[in-house]
């Protein structure tokens, strides 16, 4: 338990409530749930301050909290984690999360990058101009993420728009597989 000396949430007693944030299960809350209904719909926080957890809002893995890929796109540039033109994308192929190029790439180009990164997943979305606003690289017609967290944040809010197909699917079988006990010795 946090006492008030180390308390890391500035202001607040150890066991009050925090507007916006709901109680861990089994977390004993003196005041009224009203003070307990969170702000943003979809997203639940599972922490009070002061019992030993700091309060956070957490979407499952894999899910897409909604909000605009774009608002995302200056932490890419700040950690340094996009790779500029299809020369730079096969020579960094191990720290490669996935590729996005441009709608208005030729039909050539986007050809040799579905053969080149066929392992990668590779996201057609915006244009050139784009790009340019956003991650301020004149002429780029393809980019790729380095692998992260904030990379695979991003691939998910664009994964609606990905024009290539992983290369080993889930295998379907098409007769249902023999047990052990019904083969013949």
Known sequence: MFSKKNNPIKGIKAGQPVAGVRPSPGAAVPESPSRLKSPTAGHQAVAVAGDG??????????????????????????????????????????RLHFVLITEDIAASSREE????????????????????????????????????????????????YRI??????????STPPVPPSGQKA
Not at 67 to 93: C, H, I, S, Y
Not at 126 to 148: I, P, R, T
């Open 113 to 160: 990058v579905l053969k080149d990164f066929a392992p990668y997943p590779v996201v057609q979305h915006y244009a050139a101009a784009d790009l340019e606003k956003y991650f301020n690289v004149k002429g780029a017609k393809a980019v790729g993420f380095a692998k992260s967290g904030l990379a695979q944040s991003i691939y998910a809010g664009l994964k609606q």
């Open 164 to 173: 290539n197909r992983p290369l080993h699917p889930s295998p379907t079988p």
């Open 53 to 94: 957890h700091t309060p956070f809002i957490k979407n499952p893995p894999g899910e897409y909290s909604g909000q605009p890929v774009e608002q995302l796109f200056p932490f890419v540039l700040k950690a340094r984690a996009l790779f500029v033109g299809r020369d730079t994308l096969r020579a960094n192929r191990s």
